[in-house]
């Protein structure tokens, strides 16, 4: 199978090309990243009318690079993919849209995929990751234990009760003035500094189950940062204790969701993924990946640049869901809210 994949959820603009012979057999030949970073950075956050409309401005160049790049032709594509939620309202539809034309025009199936189930199976970009698999979801918006039973079929473990782990990073950032997006320049700051220097909360610590809270490490970071010089020795401090607190607080909540992992599967539960924007992080990938070994477990990461917002992660969700036989139709609405779990999905159902 070739599928062109498109992503418009946030605040990058996405397309891919990749071929799918298989969950164990795939080939990126093209993906094509339009970050709007700089246009969003003088706010430090996402602006939701901004993206919609720098996402409207790119969505046909960058969908035409992603073929030009892959040297595949529009006739040769078996289905055309898109994100189609959550995200941004006004991002999700310019990208949802551009696949429905292409769709039409081209007679070749709608694939609306969930973003979020793009992030569930990036590992697979770079090597098989066969189901079942406990999933650690730590991205900009989301921050969630799953158990992936199958395609399309998750069970939650837990999940944060307030901010994201990436929103945490993100606000940590913006306090201290290191820059937007924050995750990866709290890392670099974090490399100079000492992670013991800063005494922050690990929220749930020790609680018998396995979901997360951030705000307490969020308050803790401002308040940290108001008591301080305000130097760059404290930049430093401040970002490499608040990066060893959220590896801490991730690593033993994983632990918690473990366990629960290997009562659901037993002999099979064998694999661990990491997967979404936050699993960039060097220093937590790290601890994770100890974690994994120390509970008898094999370690599965996206490779750094497809733990980001990506095509290629929906163009293979897309295939996977193509090879399974689930198409949809043109008239697929695009979802702002769309949980990945069974029991949420089933409360929740397609309405935006
Ligand atoms: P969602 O996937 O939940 O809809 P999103 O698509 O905006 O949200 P991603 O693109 O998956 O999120 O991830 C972006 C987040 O990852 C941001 O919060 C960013 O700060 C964080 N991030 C990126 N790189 C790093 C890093 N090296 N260390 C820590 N956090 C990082
Ligand atoms: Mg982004
Ligand atoms: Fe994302």
Redesign the pocket.
Known sequence: LLVLGIES????TAASVLRYRGEDDVEILSSIIASQDEAHAPFGG?VPEIAARAHMQKIDGIVEQAMDVSGMSYESLSGVAATSG??LIGGVISGLLAAKGLALALDKPLLAVN??EG?ALSPRLAEPCPFPYLLL??????TQLLSVNGLGDYTRLGSTVDD????A??KS?KVMGLGF???????KWAAKGDPKSVKLPRPFKGRDHADFSFAGLKTAVARAWEASEQTDKAKADISASF?RA?SDVLAERTGKAMAMFKDMHGEDAKRFVV????????A?RERLTQLAISNGMSFFAPP?KF???NAAMIALAGAAKLAAGQTDELGVKARPRWPLDNAAAKANPASG
Request: hydrophobic residues 35%; contains cysteine; proline residues 7%.
């Open positions: 959820s946030c605040d990058e996402v959550p995200g973003h979020l992030h979801l730590v991205s900009g918006g989301h994201a782990a990436g929103e990073f993100d950032a997006p924050g995750g990866p320049n709290v890392e990066q959220v997967a979404g924007g936050v699993a960039a992080n060097k937590l750094l733990c980001t917002d």
